[in-house]
């Protein structure tokens, strides 16, 4: 029996068919995890003035008199045990610094530079607050704002950072001339600290625009503030947030007026990316709004927050397009890293569900920043080899990488802020870097993930994450180009032997990382022993032609259109 549809009906089937065919075309012609430009490159982080100080004119070491309630240069943190250090007052590292190891970090493989705020921030030491102590969090007095997120003025650069022939502009032009974009770390949930100072301090809880005052705390309490009637508070909410940080008042829109105005300054002297500090301390509608209007100026501009939560559920809203597509720092991979490479070791399996490919909350899981950890929490804890793995897998599986300065050299691994994780790197350790082992080989993956489009951008097709070993391909096809990366991983202290058959495509395999290439034969195999602690990459520079794996990708393609 024939059922005859209305002719309504039969043109709204007939519409559904071709869209689910021209859908079917379009996966089965292109296969990307992102075709973010940002994805092509690694990120090396760096807090700026505790890299390397290039210019000793702009140290500013008289700043906050001779007072040691209030001089701001050079303040350890007392209590340190017997050959231990750390340091709460400036230390002298500059754009000069920076610039002058541009071509380090490009040597070493990293495609962009994220440095700390760059604004203005007090010329004291804090006197409110609990007194630091060694190994101590959330405590302020006796903290100043070497390290940029004090802010007071926005609209103006730190004076312990340009130099009288290199401001901003200059700096970002002099990366842009070794191939390095600039990645700008902006906040907007908070000022400086504001209020339990046993008497005002100049700058503190103030807020200017290019030197006019436009807010300011007074020393007061967030509930002892009166917006309504006094026009100096009506930049900050009543109810405070983080330790005695202003709590910046996002529902007033000279706020967002302020940010917009002070960022797209900055955007104007080269800064190619922002890293949004704190962002899940402010609404999804401020940073919609925020990017917007960041985005009106210079489109497709990209952004990614810092959300510090270890569920996925919790941070994955900032992505979507409705709440302003702001991408992520990984956090709940994050975490897993650290067991799987730390000192604990466990085994790859705890990698694997956190990469959310075929179902997860995420806008796309490709455009999240990664990290084993930052300037915010304890340095990753591993031996050399830990690292090594810890690197080998950074590049290789999907995200964007990033790595804290120090990294490449297990600079004072383990250590949590106020112990020595922000401690002063220097030329020196730069210098001798080249030729230690992190080093070495962190060059040598991170120069293949800049080579390797399908490390990049290309779908994850994960197949073998047990204990010590991780295999999977990345897959990249795309306006004409086309390429397959087999990743081969071996975190244990003895060789791995791989046999891979599934999805494998006939063809010459390129040894990425070594020499010559492996011929696989039609439904052949590809045999390979990966040494301990190691990667063996190998590419193929053509399209994926096998139903099997097509139909793997042609999944996830269709994952990535639906959330």
């Known amino acids: ?4 549809l209305p002719s309504r009906a039969l043109g709204a089937a007939l519409l559904t068919l071709l869209a689910s065919t021209a859908a079917a075309a379009d996966t089965q012609g292109d296969y990307y995890g992102t075709l973010e430009p940002f994805a092509s490159d690694a990120v090396y982080f760096v807090l700026t003035d505790r890299y390397v100080n290039g210019d000793p004119s702009d140290d500013q070491r008289e700043q906050g008199g001779p007072d040691p309630a209030t001089r701001s240069f ?6 340190a045990p017997a050959g231990e250090s750390d340091n709460i007052g400036y230390l002298g590292g500059d754009f000069k610094g920076l610039l002058a190891n541009a071509g380090y970090i490009r040597e070493l493989g990293f495609g962009a530079v994220w440095l700390t705020p760059i604004v203005d921030n007090p010329d004291q030491a804090f006197t409110g607050g609990e007194v630091v102590t060694w ?15 004090w802010g007071v003025d926005f609209y103006r650069l730190d004076e312990h950072l340009p130099s009288r022939d290199l401001d901003f502009a200059g700096l970002t032009q002099g990366l842009r001339r070794h191939g390095l974009k600039t990645v700008l770390d902006i906040v907007a949930n908070h000022g400086s600290p504001s209020f339990t100072m046993p008497s005002d301090q100049p700058k503190f809880g103030e807020l200017y625009r290019d030197g006019v005052l436009v807010a300011d705390h007074q020393n007061l ?20 947030d983080l330790v005695q940080l202003s709590n910046i008042d996002d529902t007033n829109p000279e706020v967002l007026d302020y940010f917009v105005g002070a960022y797209t300054q900055w955007i104007d002297q080269g800064a190619d990316a922002f890293r949004i500090d704190t962002i899940r301390h402010m609404p999804h509608a401020f940073w919609k709004a925020f990017a917007h209007r960041i985005r009106a100026k210079r489109p497709g501009f990209f952004m990614f927050g810092e959300a510090f939560d270890y569920r996925a559920r919790n941070i994955a809203p900032f992505t979507w397009p409705e709440n302003g597509a702001v991408s992520v720092l990984d ?24 990469l959310y490919l075929r179902r997860g909350p995420y806008a796309n899981p490709y455009e999240l920043m990664t990290f084993y950890d930052n300037h915010d929490m304890p340095r990753l804890d591993a031996s050399d080899e830990g690292f090594i793995d810890a690197h080998n897998w950074l590049f290789t599986a999907r995200g964007i990488p990033v790595v804290y300065y120090g990294s490449e050299t297990g600079f004072m691994r383990g250590r949590a802020e106020h112990a020595g994780n922000r ?9 001798a870097a080249p030729g230690q082992p992190i080093y070495e080989r962190l060059q040598r993956i991170a120069r293949l993930r800049a080579a390797t489009p399908a490390l990049q951008r290309g779908l994850q097709v994960d197949m073998e994450f047990r204990g010590d070993r991780a295999a999977f391909y990345r897959v990249y096809q795309h306006d004409g180009a086309a390429q397959i990366a087999l990743v081969l991983l071996n975190k244990g ?13 006939a063809g010459a395999w390129r040894d990425a990382l070594g020499d010559g290439s492996v011929a696989v034969a039609r439904d052949g195999t590809l045999s390979a022993t990966v040494p301990a602690h190691d990667v063996k990459v190998f590419v193929l520079d053509a399209p994926p032609t096998r139903r099997d794996l097509r139909r793997a990708l042609d999944a996830l393609m269709r994952r990535k259109l639906v959330r």
């Not at 006094?230 to 109810?239: I, K, N, S």
């Not at 956090?331 to 956190?354: D, N």
């Not at 401690?423 to 210098?431: C, P, T």
């Not at 003895?494 to 599934?502: G, I, K, L, T």
């Open 74 to 79: 050079d303040r350890p943190v007392p209590g």
């Open 221 to 240: 309490a967030p509930a002892q503030l009166d917006p309504a009637h006094q026009p100096l508070h009506r930049y900050f909410h009543t109810q405070a």
């Open 135 to 149: 190994g101590g969090a959330f405590q302020d007095r006796g903290k100043t704002g070497y390290h940029g997120y």
């Open 423 to 431: 401690n002063y790197y220097g030329q020196a350790r730069i210098d």
């Open 331 to 354: 956090f709940p991979l994050k975490e897993r890293m650290a067991e799987v490479f730390g000192r604990r070791s466990a085994g790859y399996e705890r990698l694997e569900e956190r």
């Open 493 to 505: 202290a003895a060789p791995a032997d791989f046999e891979v058959r599934r999805y494998l495509e």
């Open 1 to 4: 029996m024939k059922t005859r």
